[in-house]
């Protein structure tokens, strides 16, 4: 188990699917990360608008209400979170989604189902420019 402080800024995850967001947020406090919930997209434009900035952003593109790539879109175009990492945790393998989502600067994408090893890797490789001064 990798240690972290718990005064770094938490982690948001978007994602709908119940079971799945209760295994990332398991994963990433069994880890040492906080973590924020959004179990939709427009819950997601909420948190945007109202929360700290967080560390990192694990976003689902499919969600009800608002899809992931609006919501990367609204992330980019906010001031304070422009520069705030985000994985792409999703379903989706169409090319084309994944061409547009990466074309708006997203760190990494992880295709579901995810190992848990590999999501804490993708994690790490994304935080490690935060950690340098």
Not at 60 to 73: A, F, M, R, Y
Request: one cysteine or more; a negative charge; glycine letters at 2%.
């Amino acid at each position: 188990m990798i240690e972290h402080p718990t005064i770094n800024p938490p982690i948001l995850v978007v994602e709908d699917e119940l079971d799945t967001a209760n295994l990332v947020k398991l994963i990433l406090k069994e880890n040492g990360y906080q973590v924020v919930h959004a179990a939709d997209g427009q819950e997601a434009l909420d948190k945007i608008a109202s929360m700290s900035i967080p560390s990192l952003v694990l976003l689902d593109i499919q969600l009800p209400h608002v899809d992931g790539v609006t919501i990367l879109e609204t992330i980019r175009a906010t001031p304070d979170w422009q520069d705030v990492p985000v994985i792409l945790l999703t379903a989706v393998v169409d090319p084309l989604c994944i061409r547009k989502a990466v074309s708006i600067k997203v760190q990494d994408y992880m295709l579901k189902p995810f190992k848990r090893d590999s999501l804490l890797r993708c994690i790490e490789r994304a935080l490690i420019p935060l950690a340098r001064p």
